[in-house]
């Protein structure tokens, strides 16, 4: 218990020390106007900076996140097998895929996975 919160402590230590070695080494001491600016050629933007954001892109990066963080969820489903009653751990895993399938049978029927 005690070597584990020396360790815990020296890794907080190091990695604090890393943080302020990496914000003090990183300053840059000329602060120039051009520099700073958005655009560092020193010409003025003629149109707009903001460009149109496709708003299906948005949306099928938003569904790739979901169905990755549920992928996360189902890894630990098959290492648990040996620890937990079978009945129990079919039938949560069951469960869980089953919410897993109808959102994403909602979202074909919704033809939210179509890209054009």
């Not at 948005?58 to 996360?72: K, N, P, R, Y």
Request: charged fraction near 15%; include cysteine; aromatic fraction near 14%.
């Amino acid at each position: 218990m005690f070597t584990t919160l020396i360790m815990a402590t020296i890794t907080l230590l190091i990695s604090y020390l890393v943080m302020i070695l990496a914000t003090v080494l990183s300053k840059k001491t000329l602060m120039d106007r051009e520099k700073n600016s958005p655009y560092e050629c020193g010409f003025d933007p003629k149109g707009s900076a903001r460009i149109p954001f496709s708003l299906r892109f948005f949306l099928i990066a938003v569904i790739f996140l979901i169905f990755d963080v549920e992928i996360t969820l189902l890894l630990p489903i098959a290492t648990t097998i040996n620890m937990a009653n079978l009945f129990s751990w079919i039938t949560t895993a069951m469960i869980f895929l089953m919410i897993l399938l109808v959102g994403l049978y909602y979202e074909w029927s919704q033809s939210a996975l179509e890209w054009s």
